[in-house]
């Protein structure tokens, strides 16, 4: 029985344990999947992961993988990242591993940096950054410090911070050995103390920004931002003629490449812009000429057309003294479409929190149900165990109450037994050695008869219509047959108590029984001078005890 219930245990363990297998392997496939696709196809990406129902569950290794790739993908579809707070406990994982993961490491920082960034916590964002960026000086990992860097100063420029956009970005410059390859960052610089109204550090950095224009690899962001910032701004100062000769330079260089085909329109807008400022209204007209008469032949609105459609009504003006309907109706058209555009948007970054709400919720119904499951698994499993249990328990006292009553019985009936040889021995076997007599002779339904010495009748057999009589005649056990029943023959017998019905098909002389023995539940009678042994049932057990004990 112990056997059996070891088991059983093992069966059951092995379910859970399958069925936990199995779940954790199919999230871990499907994290596995959407790591590959974020850079590619985020929406996908975020689409497998919102197919994960039992993330808390696995492994804290891809708990931290699972919302990481949560964050990027996110990040990557323009989504919010203000309920990603899990994050956290991604970068809590990889900073406490063992060894560094360093590249697990930097994404973990960069998703809860940007986390930070939703939550409108910038502190917080710049210490993990920081933090970064001191760990890449400390390994001395020259790629990694360049990105902090930038990922300092991009931070610094999105939150107006003038003071450490300067700091980080000429560290970055330091970092790289000269301004070469940055006309983002010193743009963005030059902007800064534009705005905040220091003219001379905003031209200087303007300056290193056009600096490498030529040759630079980012001279593209020059080309496009920088030149044409650098000149805005003079327009702004008043220094028209050198912001016309800027767009002049600039005009000349799109229409000499391919790649800037599409862009020519914001250069001859700005000539004609600063010729107008300038007082020469043909030369505004003459740069405005050149810009595609369907230019305002649709209604598609964008913020260059609106600035167009607002520089020719002011030109029309100063040629003509009037302003074109048309034009002003395109304007009013166009901020109702800026107003849709922001509405828009609004709307659609709050459909993305109420999506990821719900994803939310999901996952936490279906980690309930999971949950259920498997705690109602538990307790049927602990209910088993548990009367299984009690059931061997039980089984286990009864046996041994049995084996203990067949000790007595047997130690008894070997006492009744030499009580009987003793007076047998003394000539007194007739009267005293049993309570009938010695001799009977039974008769059946024929006018057969079988005669009988009762101390010698070993046990009677019912075989169909007749009973069976095995006995000792000279040292040897024979048998007889009697057409009789076995309750015809127990009648016969009632006065002889040494004789009982020990089974429906048998009689036994108790005074021949060797010993009574008890086995998994059973009790069996071993008969002497053979090596036969009678079953005792439930329903004669007590009359074979009363024998014995009386």
Not at 82 to 89: G, L, P, R, T
Not at 107 to 131: F, L
């Amino acid at each position: 029985m112990r056997i059996m219930k070891f088991n059983f245990n093992q069966i059951a363990l092995f379910f859970v344990v399958a069925l936990l297998s199995a779940c954790g392997q199919s999230d871990k496939r499907l994290i596995s999947e959407a790591e590959s696709l974020i850079e590619e196809h985020p929406d996908s990406a975020l689409e497998l992961l919102n197919k994960v129902e039992s993330a808390d569950r696995l492994p804290k290794e891809w708990v931290a993988r699972y919302w990481i790739a949560t964050a990027e993908a996110h990040a990557a579809n323009d989504e919010s990242l203000s309920e990603d707070s899990a994050v956290v406990f991604a970068l809590d994982y990889y900073k406490n591993h063992h060894p560094i993961d360093s590249v697990m490491l930097g994404k973990a920082r960069t998703v809860v940096s940007s986390y930070y960034w939703w939550k409108e916590q910038p502190a917080k964002a710049k210490a993990i950054m920081v933090e970064a960026l001191a760990d890449s000086k400390k390994a001395g990992n020259k790629a990694e410090t360049k990105k902090n860097l930038y990922s300092l100063a991009e931070l610094a420029f999105r939150i107006h911070d003038l003071k450490d956009a300067t700091y980080y970005t000429e560290q970055l410059v330091k970092h790289d050995g000269g301004d070469y390859g940055h006309s983002d960052l010193l743009d963005g610089l030059a902007m800064g103390y534009y705005y905040h109204g220091n003219n001379k550090l905003s031209s200087a950095y303007s300056e290193r920004a056009i600096a490498n224009i030529e040759t630079a690899p980012d001279s593209t962001f020059a080309w496009m931002h920088s030149l044409p910032n650098y000149a805005d701004v003079l327009i702004e100062q008043g220094q028209l003629d050198k912001a016309i000769g800027i767009y002049e330079r600039v005009l000349k260089h799109y229409r000499q490449c391919k790649d800037y085909e599409e862009y020519v329109m914001l250069p001859i807008f700005s000539l004609s812009h600063a010729w107008l400022l300038k007082g020469n209204k043909q030369k505004a007209k003459y740069y405005m000429d050149m810009l595609p008469k369907n230019t305002f032949d649709d209604y598609h609105y964008d913020e260059f057309r609106f600035c167009l459609i607002g520089h020719k009504m002011v030109l029309d003006y100063a040629l003509t003294g009037k302003y074109n309907v048309t034009d002003m109706s395109e304007y009013v058209n166009g901020i109702g479409k800026r107003f849709d555009k922001n509405n828009s948007v609004a709307a659609a970054k709050e459909n993305s929190i109420h999506k990821l709400h719900e994803h939310q919720l999901n996952m936490q119904i279906a980690r309930q149900q999971q949950f259920i499951f498997f705690l109602l698994l538990t307790i049927g499993l602990i209910i088993v165990i548990i009367s299984m249990l009690t059931f061997l328990r039980r089984r286990k006292r009864l046996i041994k109450e049995m084996e203990e009553e067949t000790r007595m019985l047997n130690k008894q009936l070997g006492k009744l037994q030499k009580e009987i040889e003793k007076k047998a021995s003394a000539g007194d076997k007739q009267e005293d050695a049993s309570p009938c007599q010695s001799t009977v002779v039974l008769t059946g339904n024929t006018s057969d008869t079988i005669t009988l010495h009762l101390p010698d009748v070993l046990y009677m057999e019912a075989v169909g219509n007749y009973v069976k009589v095995y006995q000792l005649k000279e040292g040897r056990v024979c048998n007889d047959m009697l057409r009789a029943t076995l309750k015809q023959v127990t009648e016969q017998l009632r006065e002889c108590q040494m004789i009982v019905r020990c089974h429906r098909a048998f009689l036994v002389n108790l005074q021949q029984v060797d010993h009574i023995s008890s086995k998994a539940g059973s009790t069996q009678l071993y008969i002497k001078h053979c090596h036969e042994t009678l079953p005792v049932s439930r329903s004669n057990m007590a009359q074979v005890k009363d024998a014995i004990k009386q």
